[in-house]
């Protein structure tokens, strides 16, 4: 499966870019909404991104390996496309990946709730009316 469509390279690149032009202009750096999704589809490992940098392979965003501890950071999509699997899988892409929440809050979510799967759960119950589980306290 191709990993990034160029729809999606453009969407990515233009998260990055608008964040460098806020830091150089001295502004509040933008927080985008996650992009694209990327999955194991064998375990649990999970990557929302947000920008893609000018290497062409540097994602920014969060990544969830499966730990229970979400981190914002970056992620190399040329090591995640050479994963390889068993039963020949590897990395997928969410194809009907949507959100409407910034980058922060999945953070915030996904680090209470101990993974992105668990957040994005939590998020889509939240948004049907609040009829799910709440959102655990904060450790810290």
Same mark, same amino acid.
């Given at each position: 499966?191709? #990993?990034?469509?160029? +729809?999606?390279?453009? !969407?990515?690149? !233009?998260?990055?870019?608008?964040?460098? @032009?806020?830091?150089?202009?001295?502004?509040?750096?933008? $927080?985008?909404?996650?992009?694209?999704?990327?999955?194991?589809? #064998?375990? @649990?490992?999970?990557?929302?991104?947000? /920008?893609?940098? $000018?290497? &062409? =392979?540097? #994602?920014? %965003?969060?990544? &969830?390996?499966?730990?229970?501890?979400?981190?914002? %950071?970056?992620?190399?999509?040329? /090591?995640?496309?050479?994963?390889?699997?068993?039963?020949?899988?590897?990395?997928?892409? =969410?194809?009907?990946?949507?959100?409407?929440?910034?980058?922060?809050?999945?953070? /915030?979510?996904?680090?209470? !709730?101990?993974?992105? #799967?668990? @957040? /994005?759960?939590?998020?889509?119950?939240?948004?049907?009316?609040? $009829? %799910?589980? +709440?959102?655990?306290?904060?450790?810290?």
């Amino acid at each position: 499966m191709i #990993l990034l469509t160029p +729809e999606l390279r453009f !969407a990515l690149r !233009a998260n990055d870019i608008n964040r460098r @032009a806020a830091a150089i202009g001295g502004q509040t750096e933008p $927080d985008p909404v996650p992009v694209v999704k990327f999955f194991n589809p #064998l375990g @649990a490992a999970t990557w929302l991104a947000t /920008e893609l940098y $000018d290497d &062409d =392979d540097t #994602l920014f %965003g969060l990544a &969830d390996l499966g730990f229970g501890c979400p981190e914002l %950071g970056v992620f190399s999509l040329s /090591e995640m496309a050479s994963v390889r699997l068993p039963f020949g899988m590897g990395i997928e892409r =969410d194809l009907p990946f949507e959100s409407i929440h910034p980058i922060s809050t999945w953070a /915030e979510w996904a680090r209470r !709730a101990g993974s992105i #799967l668990w @957040a /994005e759960t939590l998020l889509r119950r939240a948004a049907r009316g609040g $009829d %799910g589980p +709440e959102l655990p306290p904060s450790g810290g």
